[in-house]
């Protein structure tokens, strides 16, 4: 083969990955880790950077509605208090009876909002299988431009890069299909 297998599955599995850590922090009506944890908190007069939440505190799911966050630094317990609040996902934020845990709790979404969640899913899911064909067509524009090589290891290697192309292409539409059950029957 003109391309090595596994330098071929690498594009390909780069995008899968992507996707997956996109589709894991989508909103579908319950609190995740990965939701809290990329939560931007700024920090830069005590630490002087802007941290993610989960290294300012330690992140407890305790259930599907509701979170709580142990923030170890009491000076900063406002700051991520705030974030919260502004972030994108509309929590509601409120400080517990220890001064340093902060409860988070997402409002229950209706049926009509799950739909159009699965919308959008559907259309963020769209635009990674295009990064799967455009994966697939620079390939295989990167085969026809060899020189010296026959045309049967051309058409072999082209073979194969079509059928890691349905591979994963099958994989997208699996995760899609897991989180569009997930968002539908929460």
């Not at 003109?2 to 599995?13: A, G, K, P, T, W």
């Not at 939560?39 to 939440?53: F, M, N, P, Q, R």
């Not at 431009?145 to 591979?167: A, G, W, Y």
Request: glycine share 4%.
């Amino acid at each position: 083969m003109l391309i090595q297998e596994d330098q071929l599955r690498y594009s390909f599995v780069e995008i899968i990955n992507k996707f997956e850590k996109e589709i894991r922090s989508f909103k579908a009506g319950c609190i995740t880790y990965e939701m809290l944890e990329s939560i931007e908190v700024d920090t830069l007069s005590e630490y002087g950077v802007v941290s993610v939440l989960s290294a300012l505190g330690k992140i407890k799911l305790i259930n599907q509605l509701k979170a709580e966050i142990e923030v170890w630094d009491h000076l900063i317990v406002k700051k991520v208090l705030k974030s919260l609040e502004e972030s994108s996902y509309g929590f509601r934020v409120s400080i517990g009876q220890d001064k340093n845990i902060i409860i988070v709790s997402i409002p229950p979404i209706t049926q009509e909002a799950r739909e159009n969640l699965v919308k959008t899913l559907s259309k963020l899911t769209e635009g990674y299988k295009v990064q799967l064909r455009q994966v697939r067509t620079n390939l295989i524009a990167r085969i026809d431009s060899m020189d010296k090589v026959s045309e049967d290891e051309q058409r072999r290697t082209k073979d194969k890069i079509h059928s890691l192309f349905k591979e994963y292409e099958k994989e997208i539409d699996n995760l899609f299909e897991r989180k569009k059950k997930e968002i539908l029957s929460i």
